[in-house]
């Protein structure tokens, strides 16, 4: 539609509300506003014209007031409860220097609706705008009680760094990143935001859920709130937990036996591999005949390891490696002497070890010489000399329970 018809007609236009869910009580907890307009023959997205560069953004800032208006009336009269998430780019927001938005809140305040309900939503790319103008008006926001959060997170990591500046109160990451990444891609994009979420003190929220492999992903990857068309699609009614497309309490119920039966049978791996290591234990006769010892070991490891080494308890490597091609073990007597001891964790697992006496199985990692993603088992020999037994990448695969 032409955008003057739109501005012109602001009668047809009308928010729909597509609900938030939690994943601590999976119910409701909030909604986003989106906008629609009547053409004559059916409602239709506000999209285009909010993301059309060439309508001024005076005319977008009209619209959205009147979608707002619209919100917190519906949402005071029907006496709804729980969070109401707003869309605004940098460039409305700079329009009168944001203060139709806030004194349309506070106005709102006083008839009874909290401005620690409202969470503004901002893009990632807005950061590319004039950021000093934009976080100060963002802080200058919080400083109300408004919570703000950041769409599209991930798209462009050279924003980290202002994200943690502005410490929105939760991340939105759309789980389209999926499809966008390979596996070890996304497994890395999503390791960085889960740590930048803790550091800030941020909550994940997981949007575009369209299947329960992404709800799952979702869970399994820290999200506290989920949205997508697989759990509600936006509707001009504040629809309640039962109007849900499924059960979000039984789904995660399902993850959960799931993950549990992954972990157990994972640890049955590591005490496995932890008393065949113990049964060879009486023929350990010390670092000068470490590599004999080696040689038994690798026949107990054929099938999971490709690589199997010692070091002492200050991360140097006393042994040669033993490095497995094709079906071959092969003796590399020039890595003797290597110190490991600069690897994150080496000096902390090695101290585990031994005050523990047990074995510690590392998380996936991609491995320098193979570029592959493997896994270590370490496993304290004495005090002062531990057993490094590198896992290969396909025994991994083919054990889903290693690949979590």
Known sequence: MD??????NLHNIKPVYQPIISAIKHNVIGYEVLGRVYDGNEWISLGPFFHDSDVPEEFKVDVDQHLLHIALSEMLESDKQGLLFINRNAQQMMVNDGEDLLQTLISYEQKGFSLDRIVLEVTEHDFDEDFEMLSHLLLYYKTYGIQIAVDHVGAKSSNIDRIRQIEPHILKIDTRIIRN????????????????????????????????????????????YYQGFFLAKPDFAL??????????????????????????????????WQNKLKGLLPQWDGPRKVDAFIELVTGQFDQESFRIYVCNSDGQQVSSNFRKRADTWEVEHDKKGSNWAFRPYFLE????????????????????????????FSFPLTDQHFLFIDIRYAFIYDNECLLI
């Open 349 to 376: 697992n090695m101290v585990q070890m031994r005050t523990w006496s047990r074995g510690i199985l590392s998380d996936i990692y991609s491995d320098i010489e193979t570029r592959e993603m493997i896994r270590t």
């Open 239 to 272: 629809t309640n937990d039962d109007a849900l497309l499924v059960n979000v309490g039984e789904k995660v119920d399902a993850y959960i036996q799931r993950e549990k039966g992954l972990i157990e049978q994972r640890l049955t791996y590591i005490l496995s």
């Open 181 to 224: 990444y390979n596996a070890d891609g996304f497994q890395d994009v999503m390791y960085s935001l889960s740590m930048l979420a803790r550091r800030i003190g941020a909550a994940l929220l997981f949007e575009n859920i369209e299947d329960d492999f992404q709800l799952q992903f979702a869970w399994k990857h820290g999200g506290r």
């Open 3 to 8: 955008p003057f018809d739109i501005i012109g």
